[in-house]
């Protein structure tokens, strides 16, 4: 299935909540070695005539996007990282009606449908050692194959990464969420830990 077939999908199973712009935001991809893979949940701000339409992902065209700049400080804070080697996508790229925290069905969506279209996607364009870091809670919920609860606290305290097999992607996960609460500045011990994991991917990247 391809991306516009997805999306005609889902324009007819829901049509209440899927919006019918398109095209959607182009993913973004640095120019050096891809070390990780940047999840965002959907291209969600909704105006009063409907969602506001983006070229790039997280409005990444704009150097001073406000979408981005608590992301681009959490990847600041791990070591190894930078514009040049990320991938950044959104889980859902369609536009909805409603902002995420206020879809009840983004999860049924993006688990049905988006999440077996990017997984085929990502193992097409990077190998499967290329973790993933997840923007928001939403996503992980989504994607869980298990029936454990892990939230965010717990996640960042107990320096929690997500292994392959408990999740759809069937890749590691680490949480990178937006959430000021989560920002990686007040997590020291956590970004170590994450930067510590991404060496070890990297070195078996090279070998």
């Not at 999306?7 to 909540?17: A, V």
């Not at 973790?131 to 107990?158: D, H, N, V």
Request: charged share 25%; with cysteine.
């Amino acid at each position: 299935m391809t991306e516009i077939e997805v999306f005609k999908t889902l324009l007819d199973d829901y049509p209440s909540i899927v919006h019918d712009k398109y095209p959607f935001p182009k993913p973004f991809k640095g120019n050096g070695e891809i070390k990780a893979i940047i999840l965002g949940a959907d291209p969600a701000r909704i105006l009063a005539d409907g969602p506001q339409q983006f070229s790039t992902v997280f409005e990444l065209n704009n150097p001073k996007s406000p979408y981005w700049r608590g992301v681009g400080a959490n990847i600041g804070q791990i070591q190894g990282v930078s514009m040049e080697n990320i991938y950044v996508q959104n889980l859902c790229r369609n536009y909805f009606t409603k902002e995420t925290s206020k879809n009840p069905q983004w999860i049924e969506i993006a688990r049905n449908y988006w999440i077996p279209f990017f997984s085929q996607e990502l193992d097409f364009l990077f190998d499967r050692s290329i973790p993933i870091f997840i923007t928001t809670e939403f996503i992980l919920k989504a994607c869980l194959t298990g029936k454990e609860r892990m939230k965010a606290r717990e996640i960042y305290q107990s320096n929690r990464c997500i292994s392959a097999s408990e999740n759809l992607f069937g890749r590691e996960l680490f949480a990178l969420y937006r959430h000021p609460a989560y920002s990686l500045k007040r997590w020291s011990t956590y970004s170590e830990f994450v930067s510590e994991k991404l060496k070890s991917t990297g070195k078996t990247l090279n070998q």
